[in-house]
């Protein structure tokens, strides 16, 4: 039967002698002899539990949780539950690291879009990401709010071109408008603008918001602290936001 030096089994394994050296003082590789000089040797059985240890090391498996995995008698079943738990806990770190993922992507995307990037537009590219999700959210909410009225829209438009019914089309303007008045309050009361010059986050005035130029993502405003007039970033307006007219 063969036998392997420290160093042997070592270059087999494809780690450092100070590795298998660890693995000895920490009672998971002993040696199955010493030679009549004191040097360590190895058996293939030892051989093969050195690779059992560097594929659940691999696997990402603490050292405290392999030791106690032989020094049981049935490791075979344990080892599937710490598999099992190895697995859920990578699941759940890279999950966490998708979430890193898509933060620093978001970060470098709207500093991409800032005209003039400062280390105070960070403040304003954090805002604008934390009300990101409830902003889309409320868009969403208007738009099916308003997909009976544009269904309807299109039938009275149909039917007044097709069968002359212009009455529908006059039902539709009475339900359209009321609701255009209604969503628009809603919408301008729940969102806010950050001012890219002196980085104020300010609610407008519902006149100056509803006739503005604006982009989906900006609006065309007169920042009340500082007095600039330009694309401000909307963003969800939160309850402690200060509300200026």
């Known amino acids: 039967m063969s036998k392997y030096t420290t160093g042997e089994i070592a270059k087999l394994c494809g780690v450092s002698v100070r590795t298998v050296q660890y693995y000895d003082n920490r009672g998971i590789l002993i040696p199955s002899e010493l030679s009549e000089g004191g040097r360590r040797l190895y058996s293939e059985n030892d051989l093969k539990r050195m690779h059992v240890i560097c594929f659940l090391r691999e696997a990402g498996l603490p050292i405290n949780s392999i030791a106690t995995l032989f020094a049981e008698k049935d490791p075979e079943r344990i080892i599937l539950v710490l598999l099992e738990q190895q697995q859920n806990a990578l699941q759940a770190e890279l999950s966490e690291c998708q979430k890193k993922l898509h933060l620093v992507e978001g970060i470098k995307r709207e ?123 909307e963003v969800f307006a939160r309850k402690e936001n200060n509300v200026n007219g």
């Open 111 to 233: 500093i991409s879009e800032v005209e003039s990037f400062s280390l105070e537009s960070i403040g304003d590219i954090a805002h604008i990401m934390k009300q990101k999700n409830q902003l889309a959210k409320m868009h969403w909410g208007m738009i099916l709010s308003g997909l009976p009225i544009s269904i309807l829209q299109c039938i009275a438009i149909i039917l007044w071109i097709t069968n002359g019914l212009w009455w529908l089309f006059l039902i539709w303007a009475c339900v359209a408008i009321p609701w255009g008045i209604c969503i628009s309050k809603y919408y301008f009361s729940h969102v806010a603008y950050i001012c890219p010059e002196c980085h104020e986050v300010f609610t407008p005035k519902f006149k100056e918001a509803f006739w503005a130029y604006h982009t989906p993502r900006m609006r065309r405003l007169t920042c009340p602290k500082c007095g600039r007039k330009g694309l401000c970033v």
